[in-house]
C-alpha cells in the first residue's frame, strides 16, 4: 500500500494508459478511437511531466544578482526541466497525429456516410 | 573542405528545407514539383556517398549540432552500418521519385504538390531516423517517418482510406511504446544519447526497470516493422497506397525499423546484454520462425500480386529480425546485408506493380496475363527481382540469405534455418506461378476471346529507368557483397560473438 502512494504518478498513467488502449481497440466508432489515441499519448505525456517534478522545488532559472558571486547551486531546489521540453516536443506530435487522425475520419465520413466500423466494413464487403 | 564535413546533417537539412520549397512553388505552378523533390533527393542520396566513403577513409563521424557537446546537445552519428543504409534508403528514394513522374499524373493527377511534400518530408524522417545518435530525437523522427506515410497511404484508392486508419491506430501505439521505453531509460541514467547510454547502463544490467524498457523499446519497433503477428496494418495499407508512395514506403519504413532496432540492440543495450543478460534471444528467434511461416503461407493464399507483395514484407523481416537475434556474427552481418538487398528487392518489385497497374489498372494475379510478349524490358527487370526474392546466384537475395542460414547453424539453430528454406520454396513456388501466368496465359475479355495482339507496349522510359537500374544494381551488389561486408559491415558487427 505504501508503495502504491508512493508511486501514485505510475499508477495515474498506467489507468490512463490502458484507458486509452481499450479504446483504441475495442471502440467501434473512429472518433472515439480516435479520443483513445489521444488519452494514451496524454497519458505518456504525464508519465514524463512526473518524473521532472520535485517537491519544494522551484523553476530552473538560476537568479544572478548583479555584481553579486554566484551562490553555489543545489541541485535539489529546481525541477528538472529536460521531461518537460521534451514534452513540448510530444505534444506536438501528438497534435499533428490528432490532426491526421481527424482528417482521415473526415475523408471516411465523406466516402462511406458513416463512422462506425462494422458498418464500413459491410459496405467494403 | 568544409561542405563536406557538413555532408551528414546536410542529407537531412536538404530534403526538409526542400518540402517547403515544394510546397509553395506547388501554388505557383505544379510543373515544378517534381524537379525540386528530384534535386532535393539526388542532393541527399550525394550527401549520403559522401558520408560512406568518409566513414570508410576515416572511422566513424560524429557530428554536434549547433556545437553542443553531448550528451547535452543532440549528435548525428554515422558510422559503417548506418553510412551503408543512409545510401540505401537515398538510393530507394531517389529510383522512387523517378518513378512516381508518371505515375502520380495518372494516379492523383490533382494532388501532385501535396504527394511530393509529403515524399519529401517522409525521405527527411527516414534519413534523419538513420543518421541520429540520441534516443529521443530518433522517436520525433520516426513520428514525422509516421504521419507523412499516414497521409501518402490515405491518398491512394478506394480502401485506402480504412487501410490508413487502422495504421494511425497501430502505428502511434508503436511510437508511444518506444517513447515509453526511451522513458524508463531516462529514469535510470538521466541520459538520452545513444554513446552515452552505452557507458552507463552496464552498472544497470540487473535492474528489472532496464528490462522493461528493451521491451518496451523492441514491441514498438516491432509494431513499427510489421513483425508478426503485430502486422495487422501492413497489408491493406500498402496495398492499396498509390503506386508511387508504395514504391517509397514499402521498401523503406519496415528497414529503417529494423535498423533502428539492430541500432538499440547494438549501441544502447550492448550484444552482451541483449544476447546473454536479457535471455530474450530464443524467443525472439521462435517468434521470427513463425513470422517467416506465417507471412510465407499468407502469401500463398492471395491472389492479389501487391498484396501477395505486402506478405512477402512480413515474411522478410522476419528474416532480419531472426537474423539479428541469432546471437552470432554471421547472423548479424546478414540481417544488416538483408536490409540493403531487401530494400532493393522490393523496390523492384513495387516499381514492377506500379507499371502493372499503370498500364493494366489493376493489380490482381489475372492483371499480369501474357505480360512477357507485350513488356518485355519491364518482365525481365521482374525476374531478376523475383529471382533474388527466392534466393538464385548470383542475385542480392542469395548472399544475404547464404549468411543467415550459415548464422543460423553457426548459433544452432536449426529451426531458423529450416524456416528460411521454406519460406525460399515458397518465394519460388509464388513467382512461378506468376511467370507462368505472364508467359503463357493469354489475356482474356469477358467473353474469353483474346482481346489484344502482341504488340510490344513497354512502359514510359521514366518508369523503365528506375527498374532497370535496380534491377542491375541487384546483380551488381550480389556479385560485390563479399566486399560490401569486409569494408563495411564487418566494422560495425561487435566482436566477441559467436
Same mark, same amino acid.
Given at each position: ?86 514534452? !513540448? ?37 | ?173 508503436? *511510437? ?15 541520459? !538520452? ?36 503477428? $503485430? ?33 538499440? $540492440? ?26 517467416? +511461416? ?37 547472423? !548479424?552481418? %546478414? ?7 531487401? *530494400? ?25 496475363? %501474357? ?7 519491364? $518482365? ?47 518465394? *519460388? ?18 467473353? %474469353? ?5 502482341? +504488340?510490344?507496349?513497354?512502359?514510359? +522510359? ?37
Amino acid at each position: 500500500m505504501q508503495s502504491i502512494l508512493a508511486d501514485y504518478n505510475y499508477w495515474i498513467y498506467i489507468l490512463l494508459m490502458m484507458i486509452g488502449l481499450y479504446a483504441m481497440l475495442a471502440k467501434n466508432n473512429l472518433v472515439k478511437k480516435v479520443i483513445g489515441m489521444s488519452i494514451f499519448q496524454t497519458a505518456i505525456i504525464v508519465f514524463y511531466v512526473s518524473i521532472g517534478a520535485k517537491k519544494h522545488a522551484s523553476i530552473p532559472i538560476i537568479a544572478h544578482g548583479h555584481g553579486a558571486v554566484e551562490a553555489a547551486i543545489d541541485v535539489a531546489h529546481y525541477a528538472n526541466p529536460l521531461p518537460h521540453v521534451l514534452m !513540448l516536443t510530444a505534444i506536438v506530435v501528438s497534435v499533428g497525429t490528432l490532426g491526421v487522425a481527424l482528417a482521415i475520419c473526415l475523408g471516411i465520413y465523406r466516402r462511406y456516410n458513416t463512422l462506425e466500423e462494422d458498418d464500413i466494413q459491410e459496405q467494403l464487403q | 573542405m568544409s561542405i563536406v564535413k557538413q555532408a551528414p546533417v546536410l542529407l537531412v537539412i536538404i530534403p526538409l528545407l526542400s518540402a517547403f520549397l515544394v510546397n509553395i512553388l506547388g501554388l505557383i505552378n505544379r510543373k515544378y514539383c517534381f524537379p525540386v523533390a528530384a534535386l532535393a533527393i539526388f542532393g541527399s542520396f550525394a550527401a549520403s556517398v559522401i558520408t560512406l566513403i568518409r566513414v570508410i577513409e576515416n572511422g566513424v563521424i560524429h557530428y554536434r549540432l549547433g556545437g553542443w557537446p553531448p550528451p547535452f546537445g543532440i549528435e548525428y552519428v554515422v558510422d559503417h552500418f548506418n553510412a551503408l543504409v543512409l545510401v540505401t534508403v537515398s538510393f530507394v528514394s531517389l529510383m522512387a521519385v523517378l518513378f512516381s513522374k508518371e505515375s502520380i499524373k495518372k494516379e492523383l493527377p490533382d494532388k501532385i504538390p501535396q504527394f511530393y511534400t509529403l515524399f519529401v518530408l517522409l525521405v527527411t524522417g527516414l534519413l534523419g531516423m538513420t543518421v541520429t545518435g540520441d534516443a529521443f530525437n530518433l522517436y520525433v523522427l520516426l513520428e514525422i517517418t509516421a504521419l507523412t506515410g499516414y497521409a501518402l497511404i490515405a491518398m491512394g484508392d478506394n480502401r485506402a482510406l480504412v487501410a490508413s486508419f487502422n495504421y494511425v491506430i497501430l502505428g502511434t501505439i508503436g *511510437a508511444s511504446f518506444y517513447l515509453l521505453g526511451v522513458g524508463h531509460l531516462y529514469i535510470m541514467t538521466g541520459s !538520452l544519447n545513444m554513446a552515452d547510454l552505452l557507458n552507463i547502463l552496464p552498472g544497470l544490467y540487473s535492474v528489472n526497470a532496464i528490462f522493461i524498457a528493451l521491451l518496451l523499446i523492441l514491441v514498438g519497433t516491432w509494431i513499427k516493422m510489421a513483425f508478426f503477428p $503485430m502486422h495487422g496494418w501492413l497489408p491493406n495499407a500498402y496495398t492499396y497506397a498509390p503506386s508511387a508512395a508504395g514504391c517509397l514506403v514499402a521498401p523503406l519504413v519496415t528497414k529503417v525499423s529494423v535498423y533502428i532496432m539492430i541500432r538499440i $540492440m547494438l549501441s544502447v543495450f550492448s550484444a552482451e546484454y541483449v544476447y546473454e543478460v536479457s535471455g530474450l534471444s530464443d524467443t525472439v528467434v521462435w517468434m521470427a520462425v513463425i513470422a517467416i +511461416i506465417s507471412g510465407s503461407i499468407l502469401a500463398l493464399a492471395q491472389t492479389d500480386f501487391k498484396k501477395m507483395l505486402t506478405y512477402l514484407i512480413v515474411a522478410e523481416v522476419g528474416y532480419m529480425v531472426g537474423g539479428a537475434w541469432l546471437a552470432s556474427s554471421t547472423g !548479424l552481418t %546478414g540481417a544488416m546485408l538483408h536490409i540493403v538487398n531487401d *530494400a532493393l528487392m522490393t523496390l523492384c518489385l513495387f516499381i514492377f506493380a506500379g507499371i502493372v497497374v499503370y498500364k493494366r489498372g489493376g493489380h490482381q494475379l489475372q492483371d499480369l496475363a %501474357g505480360l512477357y510478349k507485350k513488356m518485355p524490358v519491364t $518482365m525481365t527487370a521482374f525476374t531478376v527481382g523475383a529471382l533474388s526474392m527466392i534466393g538464385v546466384p548470383p542475385t542480392a537475395g542469395f548472399f544475404s540469405k547464404w549468411y543467415l542460414i550459415l548464422g543460423a547453424i553457426d548459433a544452432g539453430r536449426y529451426h531458423f534455418m529450416v524456416a528460411l528454406l521454406v519460406s525460399s520454396l515458397v518465394n *519460388a513456388i509464388l513467382f512461378f506461378r506468376i511467370i507462368e501466368i505472364a508467359h503463357f496465359e493469354p489475356r482474356m475479355d469477358h467473353h %474469353g476471346g483474346e482481346t489484344e495482339k502482341n +504488340i510490344i507496349d513497354e512502359a514510359p +522510359i521514366s518508369m523503365l529507368v528506375p527498374l532497370i537500374i535496380v534491377a542491375l544494381c541487384l546483380i551488381v551488389i550480389g556479385l560485390y557483397s563479399g566486399d560490401i561486408v569486409t569494408n563495411i559491415i564487418q566494422h560495425s558487427v561487435p566482436t566477441g560473438l559467436l
